[in-house]
C-alpha cells in the first residue's frame, strides 16, 4: 500500500501527441456532456439558493462554455472561478460539486480517446446492477461515469459516490441532498466520529512509533486537531466509506479504486474493470472468479496492443514492445490500435484498474493461508501487472507496484528492466523518482554478488 500511494501522488497528466486539446467532437459525447452540464447547472443554482448564495458569475460562464463545446474557455473560467474563490475566501458550498462534475466530465472526455472514454464509462455503468452503491476514485472513474448514467441525480441506474472526498463536510451534505432519503449518507455526527476515530489512534500509533510515512497531524493553539497530511486524510476516508458499508447492508456495492483502503481487500472480488465489494469477506478467491478476470482483460486488452501478451510473457518483451511502440511509435507488425497508442490519457485510465486488481491479488497472496491459493494469487497478480505495463508502460504507480512484487519474489533483474523501461519515456515530474528508482535497484544489485543481472 505505500509505495502505490507514493506513486499515485506521482502520476500526471500528460501531453497530447498535437498539443493543447480541442472539445470533444463526437457529436453523441457533446450532446451528452451539454445535457449533464445543464442538469449540473440547475442543481448548483438550487443548492447555493438553499444557502442563500448565488453561483458566482464565473461559474455560471462555466456552465454555458460547456454546453457551447467551448474548451478554451471552459479551462479560463474554471481557473478564474476557483482563483477568485481562494482570493475572496469564499466557502466552497455544496455547490460546488455539480461544478466539479460537469467541468471533471467534460475535461475527461476531452483530453481521453473518446471512443476509450465511450467504452470505460459503459464498462462500469453495464456491469452494476440497478440500486447498488458504486465507490468512484480516478478522475475517469467518477466524473466520466457520473456523467454517462441516465440521471446521477437521481441514482439511476446506481448511486455514486467518490471516495477522495468523503472527508469534506460539504461532500457529504451534497450525498445527503441527493440520496440522503434513500440511503444511509454519513451524517456530520458520523463524520466528527471517523475523525475523533482517527486522532486518538494517530495519538496511541505516534507513541509506539507506527505512523505511517507522511502521516502527520497536530494539535493546534486552540486545542482541536488538525490533520495536515494527505496520508492522515485518506485514513479518515477510510473509515467514513466504511460506515457507508455497514450502513446499507441491502444493498450490493461497486469500487473503482484511487487509492487503496486496507479494510476492503478482504471483501473486494475482480468485477470487469472494477471491483465487486461484498458483505462477508472471502476466505480466499475462487478460481472461477480469477478465471473470468483473466479471460475479460485478454479479450479488453488485445483490442488496445493486439494480442501478443501471454502468460508466459516476461517483462524484458514487454520492455522491448514498449520501446517500439509507445516510445518510436513504430507500428509495423502493430495489431492494436494506433489511437489507443496516441492518448496517455486513455492508456492510464486502463492500465490504472489492471493494476488495481493486482494490488488486490498481490494482497491476497501475502494474506491466504494455503500455499496452493498464494501460489494462485501470485501468478493471478503477476499477469495483471503485466498487463497493467503494457498497456501504459511509463506509469510510475504501475512501475512501482511491478517493481515491488518483484524485488519481494527476489526477481531483481526483471525489476530492474521493469524500470529502466519507463526511464525511457522520461515523464516528468516522475522521470526523477524513476531514475531513482533505477539507481536504488543497481546498487542494490551491485552489493549482491549472487544477484545475477
Same mark, same amino acid.
Given at each position: 500500500?505505500?509505495?502505490?500511494?507514493?506513486?499515485?501522488?506521482?502520476?500526471?497528466?500528460?501531453?497530447?501527441?498535437?498539443?493543447?486539446?480541442?472539445?470533444?467532437?463526437?457529436?453523441?459525447?457533446?450532446?451528452?456532456?451539454?445535457?449533464?452540464? #445543464?442538469?449540473?447547472? !440547475?442543481?448548483?443554482?438550487?443548492?447555493?439558493?438553499?444557502?442563500?448564495?448565488?453561483?458566482?458569475?464565473?461559474?455560471?460562464?462555466?456552465?454555458?462554455?460547456?454546453?457551447?463545446?467551448?474548451?478554451?474557455?471552459?479551462?479560463?473560467?474554471?481557473?478564474?472561478?476557483?482563483?477568485?474563490?481562494?482570493?475572496?475566501?469564499?466557502?466552497?458550498?455544496?455547490?460546488?460539486?455539480?461544478?466539479?462534475?460537469?467541468?471533471?466530465?467534460?475535461?475527461?472526455?476531452?483530453?481521453?480517446?473518446?471512443?476509450?472514454?465511450?467504452?470505460?464509462?459503459?464498462?462500469?455503468?453495464?456491469?452494476?446492477?440497478?440500486?447498488?452503491?458504486?465507490?468512484?476514485?480516478?478522475?475517469?472513474?467518477?466524473?466520466?461515469?457520473?456523467?454517462?448514467?441516465?440521471?446521477?441525480?437521481?441514482?439511476?441506474?446506481?448511486?455514486?459516490?467518490?471516495?477522495?472526498?468523503?472527508?469534506?463536510? =460539504?461532500?457529504?451534505? =451534497?450525498?445527503?441532498?441527493?440520496?440522503?432519503?434513500?440511503?444511509?449518507?454519513?451524517?456530520?455526527?458520523?463524520? !466528527?466520529?471517523?475523525?475523533?476515530?482517527?486522532?486518538?489512534?494517530?495519538?496511541? !500509533?505516534?507513541?509506539?512509533?507506527?505512523?505511517?510515512?507522511?502521516?502527520?497531524?497536530?494539535?493546534?493553539?486552540?486545542?482541536?486537531?488538525?490533520?495536515?497530511?494527505?496520508?492522515?486524510?485518506?485514513?479518515?476516508?477510510?473509515?467514513?466509506?466504511?460506515?457507508?458499508?455497514?450502513?446499507?447492508?441491502?444493498?450490493?456495492?461497486?469500487?473503482?479504486?484511487?487509492?487503496?483502503?486496507?479494510?476492503?481487500?478482504?471483501?473486494?472480488?475482480?468485477?470487469?474493470?472494477?471491483?465487486?465489494?461484498?458483505?462477508?469477506?472471502?476466505?480466499?478467491?475462487? /478460481?472461477?472468479?480469477?478465471? /473470468?478476470?483473466?479471460?475479460?482483460?485478454?479479450?479488453?486488452?488485445?483490442?488496445?496492443?493486439?494480442?501478443?501478451?501471454?502468460?508466459?510473457?516476461?517483462?524484458?518483451?514487454?520492455?522491448?514492445?514498449?520501446?517500439?511502440?509507445?516510445?518510436?511509435?513504430?507500428?509495423?507488425?502493430? /495489431?492494436? %490500435?494506433? #489511437?489507443?497508442?496516441?492518448?496517455?490519457?486513455?492508456?492510464?485510465?486502463?492500465?490504472?484498474?489492471?493494476?488495481?486488481?493486482?494490488?488486490?491479488?498481490?494482497?491476497?497472496?501475502?494474506?491466504?493461508?494455503?500455499?496452493?491459493?498464494?501460489?494462485?494469487?501470485?501468478?493471478?497478480?503477476?499477469?495483471?501487472?503485466?498487463?497493467?505495463?503494457?498497456?501504459?508502460?511509463?506509469?510510475?504507480?504501475?512501475?512501482?507496484?511491478?517493481?515491488?512484487?518483484?524485488?519481494?519474489?527476489?526477481?531483481?533483474?526483471?525489476?530492474?528492466?521493469?524500470?529502466?523501461?519507463?526511464?525511457?519515456? /522520461?515523464?516528468?515530474?516522475?522521470?526523477?523518482?524513476? %531514475?531513482?528508482?533505477?539507481?536504488?535497484?543497481?546498487?542494490?544489485?551491485?552489493?549482491?554478488?549472487?544477484?545475477?543481472?
Amino acid at each position: 500500500m505505500k509505495l502505490m500511494l507514493l506513486a499515485a501522488g506521482l502520476v500526471v497528466a500528460g501531453c497530447l501527441k498535437n498539443g493543447a486539446p480541442e472539445f470533444v467532437q463526437d457529436p453523441v459525447i457533446r450532446a451528452q456532456l451539454k445535457s449533464f452540464a #445543464a442538469e449540473k447547472e !440547475r442543481q448548483g443554482r438550487a443548492l447555493a439558493s438553499a444557502d442563500g448564495q448565488e453561483l458566482p458569475s464565473q461559474i455560471q460562464k462555466l456552465f454555458s462554455a460547456i454546453e457551447n463545446a467551448n474548451w478554451a474557455e471552459a479551462t479560463n473560467d474554471y481557473a478564474e472561478g476557483r482563483e477568485r474563490l481562494g482570493r475572496d475566501s469564499a466557502p466552497y458550498g455544496s455547490w460546488w460539486q455539480p461544478v466539479l462534475e460537469a467541468y471533471g466530465a467534460a475535461e475527461q472526455f476531452t483530453l481521453n480517446n473518446g471512443k476509450y472514454a465511450s467504452a470505460y464509462g459503459n464498462g462500469i455503468i453495464l456491469s452494476i446492477p440497478p440500486g447498488s452503491i458504486y465507490f468512484g476514485g480516478t478522475d475517469p472513474g467518477r466524473f466520466i461515469v457520473t456523467a454517462m448514467e441516465k440521471s446521477q441525480i437521481d441514482g439511476n441506474p446506481f448511486f455514486g459516490l467518490t471516495q477522495n472526498a468523503l472527508s469534506d463536510a =460539504y461532500y457529504l451534505d =451534497y450525498l445527503r441532498s441527493m440520496y440522503g432519503n434513500i440511503i444511509y449518507i454519513p451524517t456530520e455526527a458520523d463524520s !466528527r466520529k471517523c475523525f475523533d476515530d482517527y486522532y486518538r489512534d494517530y495519538q496511541d !500509533r505516534r507513541t509506539k512509533n507506527e505512523l505511517l510515512p507522511g502521516e502527520d497531524a497536530t494539535n493546534g493553539p486552540d486545542g482541536k486537531w488538525r490533520i495536515i497530511s494527505y496520508m492522515s486524510l485518506i485514513q479518515v476516508k477510510e473509515r467514513v466509506a466504511k460506515v457507508v458499508f455497514d450502513r446499507n447492508t441491502n444493498r450490493e456495492f461497486y469500487v473503482e479504486e484511487s487509492f487503496p483502503f486496507e479494510w476492503m481487500y478482504p471483501y473486494l472480488e475482480p468485477h470487469g474493470l472494477i471491483f465487486k465489494m461484498i458483505h462477508q469477506p472471502f476466505t480466499t478467491l475462487p /478460481r472461477e472468479t480469477v478465471q /473470468r478476470d483473466h479471460d475479460y482483460w485478454i479479450k479488453t486488452v488485445s483490442p488496445m496492443i493486439g494480442d501478443w501478451l501471454k502468460d508466459d510473457t516476461s517483462p524484458r518483451e514487454i520492455g522491448t514492445f514498449a520501446e517500439k511502440v509507445y516510445l518510436h511509435h513504430d507500428f509495423g507488425g502493430f /495489431r492494436g %490500435d494506433p #489511437a489507443f497508442v496516441e492518448n496517455v490519457y486513455s492508456q492510464r485510465m486502463f492500465s490504472k484498474e489492471r493494476s488495481s486488481i493486482a494490488d488486490l491479488y498481490a494482497w491476497r497472496a501475502k494474506h491466504d493461508n494455503d500455499p496452493v491459493d498464494k501460489q494462485r494469487m501470485d501468478t493471478a497478480a503477476d499477469f495483471a501487472f503485466r498487463q497493467s505495463l503494457a498497456l501504459c508502460p511509463y506509469s510510475p504507480e504501475v512501475v512501482f507496484q511491478y517493481v515491488a512484487f518483484l524485488m519481494h519474489k527476489k526477481r531483481y533483474s526483471e525489476a530492474l528492466v521493469v524500470a529502466e523501461t519507463a526511464q525511457k519515456f /522520461r515523464s516528468e515530474p516522475a522521470a526523477d523518482k524513476i %531514475d531513482q528508482l533505477v539507481s536504488n535497484l543497481k546498487r542494490f544489485q551491485a552489493k549482491d554478488p549472487a544477484i545475477h543481472h
